[in-house]
């Protein structure tokens, strides 16, 4: 069955830009969760979605935002964009109470 | 808020090497788990540890859950070219909450 699915893999923006990011997790799970990753911080936690619902929110600004879709298609928007939101994007989709995430590839996120 | 330390942060082996690696956390978890990344790729899960005292195998892989629920390890048997990459360990507390994860172990094998 088909992974995770993550468009676009690479994008460059300029600052101030707004960006959005697309994941479309594996038939049939419900949950969403999306991670940022730079060499510094390693995966730091942007939040979680369930049944369209934002469960759980990581410590990042309210630039970064998210949603979920009735087909648990997920996106994250991240506005007035900063240098330092350079990063891996990562999107997991894992069952319900399950915790074993399948990731996906990744957006490459560059702000210049 | 949970943190995970993961140590060593590298290392370099020769190949056929047994390779270990751990986490620590400043709280329990309920779930450990255990994630490889090939570099441009996002982790793939190598094993999950659901109960304090736990051992499994995946492999080469075997990971233990600590006693104390606050740690976790994975060992590598024989390591090959093919284990390069990022290990990061990552725990889960149960309900709603967050998968914390580790900064990660990069691992380095030496034909």
């Known amino acids: 069955k088909a992974g995770v699915t993550q468009t676009p893999r690479y994008l460059i923006k300029t600052r101030g830009q707004q960006v959005t990011l697309s994941c479309s997790p594996i038939s049939g799970h419900r949950s969403v969760s999306w991670y940022q990753q730079t060499p510094g911080q390693g995966l730091q936690f942007l939040f979680e979605y369930f049944s369209e619902t934002q469960r759980n929110k990581g410590n990042f600004p309210g630039r970064f935002s998210g949603r979920q879709f009735s087909n648990s298609r997920s996106e994250m928007n991240v506005s007035t964009l900063e240098l330092g939101d350079s990063a891996l994007y990562l999107c997991?989709?894992?069952?319900?109470?399950?915790?074993?995430?399948?990731f996906g590839s990744g957006t490459r996120l560059t702000v210049v | 808020g949970q943190q995970l330390n993961q140590s060593p942060q590298s290392m370099f082996i020769q190949e056929g090497e047994d390779v270990s690696m751990n986490c620590t956390s400043s709280?329990?978890?309920?779930?450990w788990l255990w994630y490889k990344q090939d570099p441009g790729e996002g982790p793939v899960l190598l094993i999950a540890l659901y109960k304090a005292g736990e051992l499994t195998s995946n492999g080469r892989l075997t990971a233990q859950f600590g006693i104390t629920r606050k740690d976790s390890f994975l060992n590598i048997s024989a390591s090959i070219p093919s284990d390069v990459g990022i290990y990061f360990c990552a725990g889960h507390s149960g309900g709603y909450q967050k998968v914390t994860f580790g900064t990660g172990t990069k691992l380095q094998v030496i034909p």
């Open positions: 997991a989709s894992s069952l319900e109470d399950s915790y074993g995430y399948t």
């Open positions: 709280s329990i978890f309920n779930t």
